[in-house]
């Protein structure tokens, strides 16, 4: 699984992506593959700060990672988009506090930008287009 695609089933499982609807044209041609910024949603409904830990560990699980500390892992991916660092440099960060490899983290990175830090889905989307 690469990187951006990671992020993407992070989101996905999240229940924040969008459905893509590949192959439904009536035309002969292929569909235009998506740029892997398309596939990350715009905008997410932040969530309320009491149900936010539960939803990540269970974004989390759907993979079966478990990472110590998850909350303060999310709180360095969202200071990282803060700093305006790109995605692979955060997925480097997540890598090295968790141990995890780069799909993983990456992973984890969608989780914690759609979970705690909904607004730098912009950044997100820039980091990855």
Same mark, same amino acid.
Not at 37 to 42: E, M, N, R, S, V
Not at 67 to 76: D, F, K, M, W
């Given at each position: ?7 993407? =089933? =992070?989101?996905?499982? &999240? +229940? ?5 609807? &590949?192959? !439904?044209?009536?035309?002969?041609? #292929? #569909? ?6 398309? %596939? ?6 932040? %969530?309320?700060?009491?149900?936010? &830990? ?5 974004? %989390? ?13 999310? +709180? ?7 700093? $305006? ?17 780069? +799909? $993983? &983290?990456?992973?984890? %990175? ?6 705690? !830090? ?12």
């Amino acid at each position: 699984m690469t990187v951006p695609k990671a992020i993407v =089933a =992070a989101l996905s499982t &999240a +229940g924040l992506a969008t459905a893509l609807l &590949a192959g !439904c044209s009536s035309s002969d041609q #292929p #569909p235009a593959q998506p740029s892997n910024a398309d %596939l990350i949603p715009t905008s997410v409904a932040p %969530l309320p700060d009491s149900t936010k &830990a539960q939803v990540f560990q269970n974004t %989390l699980a759907q993979r079966s990672l478990s990472i110590p500390a998850p909350a303060a892992v999310a +709180g360095q991916v969202c200071a990282g988009f803060d700093r $305006n660092d790109p995605a692979p440099a955060i997925v480097a960060d997540v890598q090295q506090l968790t141990g995890l490899d780069a +799909g $993983n &983290a990456a992973y984890v %990175l969608g989780a914690s930008v759609s979970v705690y !830090c909904p607004q730098s889905l912009d950044k997100l989307r820039q980091s990855v287009g």
